[in-house]
T-cell receptor, first 114, second 109 residues
Framework: DVKVTQSSRYLVKRTGEKVFLECVQDMDHENMFWYRQDPGLGLRLIYFSYDVKMKEKGDIPEGYSVSREKKERFSLILESASTNQTSMYLC?????????????FGPGTRLTVL | GQNIDQPTEMTATEGAIVQINCTYQTSGFNGLFWYQQHAGEAPTFLSYNVLDGLEEKGRFSSFLSRSKGYSYLLLKELQMKDSASYLCAVTDSNYQLIWGAGTKLIIKP
């Protein structure tokens, strides 16, 4: 079974703090993704990576950056957290980006920025 | 723009059948996914359709009509544990996943 883990289930930070969200997958998947999920909205793609040290902007990259130094690990960084970044953050991995590649999700991190 | 529409919420009775619809308008089409998401948990994969027709998997079936930009997820013999949100997602011409906002399904005894 694919396993995707995220460093924290719940996180509370203050405005202006730097926040690191870590994601690790154990299936040697090429592709990894960071989404945020807010009530009434679909999953929105922040960044994705199709290889080590490679990254691509998604639909809402502003205020975020990412790092992929190892194949199994994909980090999301909030350089200076703001209250509008309070959300559920979901990491996913997939074998490829072909039309049949299912994304497998981690349990999510619920971030609250005060 | 790209758009996926699903009902926001549906209610059904335990043991019954429910159909959750999804319509989409995307730049190209390379497949449609259905995911299940229980409250506070991650989405989990349910089904994938790329050709027209019905795919059956136990109590769950998924249908696709590409010409109509339409899919539905059919859940039979509903159980209380089926209470969850059901997410429709379409892979566009760039193989990017476009997500619907999800349908919250409430099962009543």
């Amino acid at each position: 079974d694919v396993k995707v883990t995220q460093s924290s289930r719940y996180l509370v930070k203050r405005t202006g703090e730097k926040v690191f969200l870590e994601c690790v997958q154990d299936m040697d998947h090429e592709n990894m993704f960071w989404y945020r999920q807010d009530p009434g909205l679909g999953l929105r793609l922040i960044y994705f990576s199709y290889d080590v040290k490679m990254k691509e902007k998604g639909d809402i990259p502003e205020g975020y950056s990412v790092s992929r130094e190892k194949k199994e690990r994909f980090s999301l960084i909030l350089e200076s957290a703001s209250t509008n970044q309070t959300s559920m953050y979901l990491c996913a991995s997939a074998r490829g980006t072909g039309d049949t590649d299912t994304q497998y999700f981690g349990p999510g991190t619920r971030l609250t920025v005060l | 723009g790209q758009n996926i529409d699903q009902p926001t919420e549906m209610t059904a009775t335990e043991g019954a059948i429910v159909q959750i619809n999804c319509t989409y308008q995307t730049s190209g089409f390379n497949g449609l996914f259905w995911y299940q998401q229980h409250a506070g948990e991650a989405p989990t994969f349910l089904s994938y359709n790329v050709l027209d027709g019905l795919e059956e998997k136990g109590r769950f079936s998924s249908f696709l009509s590409r010409s109509k930009g339409y899919s539905y997820l059919l859940l039979k013999e509903l159980q209380m544990k089926d209470s969850a949100s059901y997410l429709c997602a379409v892979t566009d011409s760039n193989y990017q996943l476009i997500w619907g906002a999800g349908t919250k399904l409430i099962i009543k005894p």
